[in-house]
């Protein structure tokens, strides 16, 4: 190492072609050298930050398509319920039923008609976990099910 100094320090000024001199050039390779390293670390970070990005573009798009999934279920069972009940609504109407009970069916299925769920708004990405919305779902099916038995067993047993 002493030695390289003393060459540069012997050779600094000394003119190698034209105005080129051993400085110009010792200074040029090491500038050089720098940017090299400086700016392969640099392509790293950002191919890095590429993929990063690409894999949460990938799960974004997962994510969007069960959603729409999901919005497409949601409406299908919501006309399959309005049927079902149009249909309980019509049995009721042609039975033997005193007319006050079918009042009565009729105010209940209205009731559960208020209790019909708001538009769907787009869920933030967070909130769409797949067993929270297995746990919805649930939950409204039990709903359902419960309000159809009560009432056919309230109207069977008499």
Same mark, same amino acid.
Do not use: C
């Given at each position: 190492?002493?030695?390289?100094?003393?060459? *540069? @320090? %012997?050779?600094?000024?000394?003119?190698?072609?034209?105005? !080129?001199?051993?400085?110009?050039?010792?200074? =040029? #390779? +090491? $500038?050089?050298?720098?940017?090299?390293?400086?700016?392969?670390?640099?392509?790293?970070?950002?191919?890095?930050?590429?993929?990063?990005?690409?894999?949460?573009?990938?799960?974004?798009?997962?994510?969007?398509?069960?959603?729409?999934? *999901? @919005? %497409?279920?949601?409406?299908?069972?919501?006309?399959?319920? !309005?049927?079902?009940?149009?249909?309980?609504? =019509? #049995? +009721? $109407?042609?039975?033997?039923?005193?007319?006050?009970?079918?009042?009565?069916?009729?105010?209940?299925?209205?009731?559960?008609?208020?209790?019909?769920?708001?538009?769907?708004?787009?869920?933030?990405?967070?909130?769409?976990?797949?067993?929270?919305?297995?746990?919805?779902?649930?939950?409204?099916?039990?709903?359902?099910?419960?309000?159809?038995?009560?009432?056919?067993?309230?109207?069977?047993?008499?």
């Amino acid at each position: 190492m002493e030695q390289i100094i003393q060459f *540069l @320090e %012997e050779y600094w000024g000394v003119s190698v072609a034209g105005g !080129l001199t051993v400085g110009t050039l010792v200074t =040029f #390779i +090491v $500038v050089q050298v720098k940017s090299i390293i400086l700016n392969n670390a640099k392509n790293a970070e950002l191919s890095q930050a590429i993929k990063t990005f690409n894999q949460l573009t990938e799960k974004y798009n997962q994510l969007e398509q069960r959603y729409i999934a *999901l @919005e %497409e279920k949601h409406q299908y069972l919501e006309q399959v319920n !309005l049927a079902t009940f149009k249909a309980l609504s =019509f #049995i +009721v $109407v042609a039975s033997k039923l005193p007319s006050e009970d079918k009042i009565a069916l009729q105010t209940e299925f209205a009731k559960l008609t208020t209790f019909a769920p708001k538009p769907a708004e787009p869920l933030p990405l967070e909130k769409l976990a797949p067993a929270e919305t297995k746990d919805v779902v649930a939950e409204t099916v039990q709903t359902v099910v419960e309000a159809a038995s009560s009432l056919l067993t309230k109207y069977i047993e008499k």
